[in-house]
């Protein structure tokens, strides 16, 4: 009798490691989905910053293109195409903004809404104001492109989400 029972106490130890080496790849299953999970959101966020630094990229470069076609529409005093080129550059830094928006919260939304805005007035009027009251508008603009800007810096500083 007492080598039956050494044989069922040796079944019971290979049950008990069985069971142990179940549990530690269970273990592992997840410590590695988890990892997974963790790469995947990592990925997922450099994609968003390196889309949301070409936007700013993009968007600061539209708008400095703009400043100078305006400028030289205000010191030309022509309009016509002038102003539907300055026209175009306001709605594409709109699209971008719109685009780059869509991280922020609303504050931002709106500062971006307010600026294409801004600059779809100026195009309207570059040509025909006088150099004070162009100056003024462009001054305005450049605060709030000061704003933007920063929301750039944040996101060029890993800052976005």
Not at 17 to 28: D, N, P, Q, W
Request: glycine content about 6%; charged content about 20%; some cysteine.
């Amino acid at each position: 009798m007492a080598g039956a029972d050494s044989g069922s106490s040796g079944v019971n130890r290979l049950a008990m490691v069985s069971v142990v080496i179940a549990l530690m790849s269970l273990a592992a299953a997840v410590l590695q989905n988890v990892n997974y999970a963790r790469s995947i959101d990592s990925i997922q966020r450099n994609v968003l910053r390196a889309e949301s630094l070409r936007s700013c990229k993009d968007i600061i470069g539209v708008f400095f293109e703009f400043r100078l076609k305006a400028e030289a529409a205000n010191m030309s005093g022509s309009a016509g195409m002038a102003a539907i080129e300055l026209r175009t550059l306001a709605y594409r830094f709109g699209a971008l903004g719109t685009f780059l928006a869509n991280f922020q919260e609303q504050p931002a939304r709106d500062r971006y809404t307010a600026l294409a805005w801004h600059l779809d007035r100026i195009a309207g009027e570059a040509a025909s104001l006088p150099k004070t009251e162009f100056d003024a508008l462009f001054n305005e603009a450049d605060k709030q492109f000061t704003a933007i800007n920063n929301d750039c810096v944040r996101a060029a500083t890993g800052h976005l989400l």
